[in-house]
């Protein structure tokens, strides 16, 4: 378990399907993204998180407020390895319900993920790739500090040619010199 001022990166509980649910099933939360998912395959992405979290020992945590408990979504880290050229990588992502948005939780998540993977993984760097129109997210990277590599974009291989959301962005972050 993971923890900041006011968040706890956890492993996943029953309860939280439920609420993560209805965050996969929010247009506004899935629209950078192909669809919305239906509960099945919610939960099916909440049995994959979970799998590699125990195959790797990181992936995508549900994250809770520390105050309440309350589940608001994920952060981490997980394995990138599609077709693309900077695969194998570590990549970072968040997705938070919309009433969590615009309070800072995903950066600060976010950021915790990043100092785990450089300094208890003792990773060299890790990536992130979003739909070139996801603003919110790309604003998030770039308070991370992570830097957009345009020679680098991409059309995402899961997506048919001409799909609004093909055009991806790669952003890049290296491990810290003293970390």
């Known amino acids: 378990m993971l923890t900041t001022p006011r968040l706890r990166l956890r492993p996943w509980q029953p309860s939280d399907l439920e609420p993560f649910a209805q965050l996969n099933a929010d247009p506004e939360v899935r629209r950078y993204f192909p669809n919305c998912l239906t509960r099945e395959e919610s ?3 909440v049995a994959r998180f979970n799998e590699h979290i125990d195959q ?24 990138l390895d599609f077709d693309v050229p900077f695969a ?3 990549e970072i992502g968040w997705r938070l319900g919309r009433q969590f948005w ?19 993984l003792n990773l060299d760097e890790i990536v992130s790739i ?4 996801n603003r919110r997210s790309r604003a998030v990277m770039e308070r991370l500090g992570m ?20 055009r991806h962005v790669l952003y890049r972050c290296q491990r810290p010199s003293s970390a």
């Open 147 to 166: 830097a957009h590599c345009p020679e680098e974009d991409f059309d995402h291989p899961a997506l048919p040619a001409g799909h609004p959301l093909q």
């Open 43 to 45: 939960d099916a992405s």
């Open 102 to 120: 615009g309070q800072g939780y995903a950066t600060e998540g976010a950021r915790e993920a990043l100092r785990y993977g450089f300094e208890e």
């Open 56 to 79: 790797h020992g990181f992936g995508f945590w549900a994250v809770e407020l520390r105050d309440t408990g309350e589940f608001i979504g994920f952060t981490g880290l997980d394995t």
């Open 88 to 90: 194998p990588a570590v």
């Open 130 to 133: 979003t739909a070139v129109e």
